[in-house]
Nanobody
Framework: QVQLVESGGGLVQAGGSLRLSCAAS?????????MGWFRQAPGKEREFVAG????????YYADSAKGRFTISRDNTKNTVYLQMNSLKPEDTAVYSC????????????????WGQGTQVTVSS
């Protein structure tokens, strides 16, 4: 099994920044997993935010995240990060990380493991 634990969420004013972390553990987890960040706002479907390949060389972003968010990973620490800058009120959501053995996809159902999520609230 794989366990994913997110941290770093909170309340921030519009224009501010937050850095989310996702720590992975478990006997079967390895750096060969691709990772993704998703978010879900109240009353809305879960949506893809960013993804990163197992090596960290390839990164992918939703249009809403391009130019503002940066995904990265440290395989020595089994941790994935999401640096979020220039935050907007519409970024308010629960952010969750997810892991899968295959290539990055923006489809939530394609991921094998999920964290519990961390709340991000951006005030105007």
């Amino acid at each position: 099994q794989v366990q994913l634990v997110e941290s770093g969420g909170g309340l921030v004013q519009a224009g501010g920044s937050l850095r989310l972390s996702c720590a992975a553990s478990g006997r079967t987890f390895s750096s060969s997993y691709t990772m993704g960040w998703f978010r879900q706002a109240p009353g809305k479907e879960r949506e893809f935010v960013a993804g990163i390949s197992s090596t960290g060389i390839n990164t992918y972003y939703a249009d809403s995240a391009k130019g503002r968010f940066t995904i990265s990973r440290d395989n020595t620490k089994n941790t994935v990060y999401l640096q979020m800058n220039s935050l907007k009120p519409e970024d308010t959501a629960v952010y969750s990380c997810a892991a899968r053995r295959a290539a990055v996809t923006g489809t939530p159902v394609g991921y094998d493991y999920w964290g519990q999520g961390t709340q991000v609230t951006v005030s105007s």
